[in-house]
């Protein structure tokens, strides 16, 4: 999961948080990659396009991936209006509806977006809602955590941004924990980390990935036949297991090129190919390009837009 994130290279917004009292409902619009949040205090309804309304608790934190158009709000029944302008006129972190001495309802969001060279990594495994209930078992940390982050947008010190990140980062990591540990599991690596033998092998290839790893080794690492190893992997990952592999090597051949990390026939040994050739093939059929037309296009400057 670690490798994933970091291959990820997450960037995250706090905030800003909701103060409300009385009756409101606010829509949002679709977005890229992740939202989360918690109630720290109060109700709230929250409705996704095209699902029903769900009721969401103090203590309880949500999780939002590639969602649709969705409304926070009182009660079900309210009217919605457009949450983008007051989200964005807020100067102190917070927007506030209704009297401010009524403040029943304090949430706490953040937002995750992803490079999107391999966002689809983790964006393409997770529902567009993954709730955390207060009394479930991975609640009562995830709870603190909100309280932790609501408690730094408050409270403006130095270092504020540098701690909200890494919090919100944290926040991700137990609400995947959380996630692949409910009864309806992910499919994935997400919800193979949890299979012993199939989570062995993952994590075997995520520790050596310059070694040329055999369908016979991985089975021999999660202790099963070649053949029921390579079913169950295909049954938790969706994908067979070499082709996962190869899929893996050139997320991070990918992430490389576009910093310019290593060279060609450096990044082929590191991801486990013999030859700069093999690497090369193995890229362009699955990139559609060659590495080194990737790594230059990744190096042109953006064309300025026209006024």
Sequence with gaps: MADAIGLLRPRTVIGPSLLAAGEWALRFEPFPHVRIGGLV????????????????REGDTFMLGNPPPYVLASTPGASPRPAEPGWAGTEDGFVRIGPESEKDLYLCVGHIAFDDKNAELLTDLLPPLVIVRAADPHGSRLGQLIDLLATEVGAAAAGGP???????????????????AQTDRPTGWLGALNEDGIGAALRAVHANMAHSWSLKELAEISHMSRSAFAQ??????????????IQWRMSLARDALARDTLSISELARATGYQSESAFSTAFRRVVGSSPTQFRNHTRQPPRPTAN
Excluded: D, S
Aim: proline content about 4%.
């Design 162 to 180: 540098l701690v909200q990140n890494h919090l919100a980062q944290i926040l991700l990591v137990h609400m995947l924990r959380a996630h692949a």
């Design 41 to 56: 205090r109060g109700t709230c309804w929250l409705t996704l396009e095209g699902h029903e309304p769900v009721l969401l």
């Design 232 to 245: 169950a992997f295909k049954n938790h990952v969706g994908v067979p297991a070499l082709e996962y592999l």
